[in-house]
């Protein structure tokens, strides 16, 4: 059973920065695993931030930024507004397959 | 503009059978990779089966929890992705989002499995 572990919980402050990281159970992520983030606020469907470790929707906020950082997928958030209060989810694939991370709560402060 | 539309989300036995669909459109839909993922109250996010286009060879593949027991199929005349789940379990209660391989989202039609 593959794993895919984020941050519970993470604080930042308003204009800060926060890195959000996705790990995976079989070892080091690397493009391979195609990184994908999403942003879900409550009551809402999720939206898709990043893919290909790196690319942006059109939709996606210069402010994030996707990457691969000490053998983990990472999603750098750089001056976070307050509206970027919300849950993130990563998903990584595996052989076809898809698997979301556990998510992590940012919580802006 | 791209809309997912999910319908088919309804309170079933456990044992039960149900058939989601996705009605899309605002984009090319034959050429689209459609993924459902599905989310429990109060619970993050999992993949749950992805069906490619059929000129990329129209493969299905589905999340080990499902596996045998739903089935995706499309039909590109009507823009329209399904879900057919039987053998349904509390475990399956959710919110199940349609997307456009992960990229737009639907707002998602919630399946509640209760006796």
């Known amino acids: 059973q593959t794993v895919v572990t984020q941050e519970p919980s993470l604080t930042v402050s308003p204009g800060g920065t926060v890195t959000l990281t996705c790990a995976s159970s079989t070892g080091a992520v690397t493009s391979d695993y195609d990184p994908n983030w999403f942003q879900q606020k409550p009551g809402q469907a999720p939206r898709a931030l990043t893919y290909n470790t790196n690319k942006k929707h059109s939709w996606t906020p210069a402010r994030f930024s996707g990457s691969l950082l000490g053998g983990k997928a990472a999603l750098i958030l750089s001056n976070v507004q307050p509206e970027d209060e919300a849950d993130y989810y990563c998903?990584?694939?595996?052989?076809?397959?898809?698997?979301f991370g556990t998510g992590t709560k940012v919580t802006v402060l | 503009e791209v809309q997912l539309v999910e319908s088919g989300g309804t309170l079933v036995k456990p044992g039960g059978s149900l058939r989601l669909s996705c009605a899309a459109s605002g984009f090319t839909f034959n050429n689209a990779w459609m993924t459902w993922v599905r989310q429990a109250p109060g619970k993050g996010l999992e993949w749950v089966a992805r069906?490619?286009?059929?000129?990329?060879?129209?493969?299905?593949d589905y999340a080990a929890p499902v596996r045998g027991r739903f089935t995706i199929s499309r039909d590109d005349s009507e823009s329209t992705v399904y879900l057919q789940m039987n053998s349904l379990r509390s475990e399956d209660t959710a919110v199940y989002y349609c997307?456009?391989?992960?990229?737009?989202w639907g707002q998602g039609t919630l399946v509640s499995i209760s006796s």
């Open positions: 069906i490619k286009s059929k000129s990329d060879g129209g493969t299905k």
């Open positions: 998903l990584l694939y595996y052989g076809g397959l898809g698997v």
């Open positions: 997307t456009l391989d992960l990229g737009r």
